[in-house]
Every structure is written in C-alpha cells, then in structure tokens.
C-alpha cells in the first residue's frame, strides 16, 4: 500500500474547505439537491462499482434530494 504524500494531504483538505464554503449561500432546497446527490453518488459507487453506477445514483440522488426538500 502506498502513503500518499503530505502535498496530496493538503490539497485534499483545500478542496474539502473550497467546497464546503461554497455552500454558505445556497437555499435549502439546493443543499437537499447536493447533499441527495453526493449520498447517490457513494450509493451508486458502492452498488454498481463503476463511473456508470456513480453518475447513475448522483442523477437519482440530486432529483430525490431536490424533490423532498421543496418548500
């Protein structure tokens, strides 16, 4: 197994915060279309193992997310 360098650590950490912060303004029914979204994509992954299955459960995800968080 291969450590992946202190460099990779702190990019990864630059783009959590980047992405977290972008989210400061968003309406709730956006949050509940990203949130259902990033939930289907690792739903998609785990199940179908491949980018099919992961853009597949991100699609369903963000329009179940989007649909139950309408006002």
Do not use: D, F, R, W
């Not at 299955?53 to 309408?70: C, D, F, Q, W, Y």
């Amino acid at each position: 197994m291969h450590n992946l360098p202190s460099t990779a650590y702190t990019a990864i950490y630059a783009v959590t915060l980047a992405s977290l912060s972008a989210c400061a303004g968003m309406t709730s029914q956006e949050k509940g279309t990203a949130i259902g979204a990033g939930v289907g994509a690792v739903g998609g992954a785990v199940l179908g193992g491949g980018t099919l299955g992961t853009l597949g459960g991100a699609a369903v995800g963000g329009v179940i997310g989007h649909e139950v968080s309408k006002p």
